[in-house]
């Protein structure tokens, strides 16, 4: 099954592409490990490089199936890894995650990537909205959806468990960007 989402998204410091197999110690060094990084995500730290490689496999199957686009970040100048950004397809939507390494925090990467991958995605007949979750204490993650011109919708009690909080869903804030 074929995905309607581009292969490939770059923008002005960014290139958006599909995980490779050689991707995995990059993302396992850069920021899979690292808790700080993973506190609001819904996977826990990988605990070994084997660990990311699995992932890796996962996400090259889903851009084969075209159910999911887990994007790798990857610097324009030097090629490095440095993230990820997930397109997952519905009907007429596309959700999003993200993550990003914590050395790169606060310098508009991950807005601008966000922005790319929206604007990618409304280009398209069938979507007519991207959204994007995040728990409510996340104030970093709102302001980089917002930056790429989200806006909030709505607060939606006990939605997703983010095991690295809590065993228990916990609230978080819905943003869209529609057309």
């Known amino acids: 099954m074929s995905s309607p989402l581009p292969e490939r998204i770059e923008t002005r410091r960014l290139l958006l ?4 197999v050689g991707d995995a110690q ?6 899979a490990q690292d808790p700080l990084v993973c506190k609001y995500m819904i996977w826990c730290a990988h605990r070994d ?11 090259m ?10 994007y790798v970040l990857a610097t324009v100048d030097t090629g490095n890894v440095v993230g990820m950004l997930e397109a997952r397809v519905q009907a007429t ?6 993550v990003l390494a914590r050395p790169l925090w606060g310098r508009g990467l991950m ?17 007519y909205r ?10 970093a993650s709102a302001r980089a959806l917002e930056k790429a ?30 057309r």
């Open 130 to 139: 991207v959204q994007a979750t995040c728990d409510t204490t996340n104030a």
């Open 49 to 59: 490089l084997e660990q990311t490689q699995a992932f890796i496999a996962m996400c």
């Open 149 to 178: 011109g989200f806006v909030r919708e709505g607060r939606l009690e006990r939605y997703t468990i983010h095991p690295n909080l809590s065993p228990e869903p916990r609230p978080c804030f819905m943003y869209a960007r529609v």
């Open 93 to 98: 939507t596309v959700d999003l995650g993200y």
């Open 17 to 20: 592409r599909p995980a490779r």
């Open 26 to 31: 990059a993302i396992f060094e850069s920021y």
């Open 61 to 70: 199957q889903a851009w084969e199936s075209g159910s999911r686009r887990p």
């Open 111 to 127: 807005p601008e990537a966000i922005d790319a991958a929206a604007a990618a995605a409304l280009a398209c007949p069938q979507f």
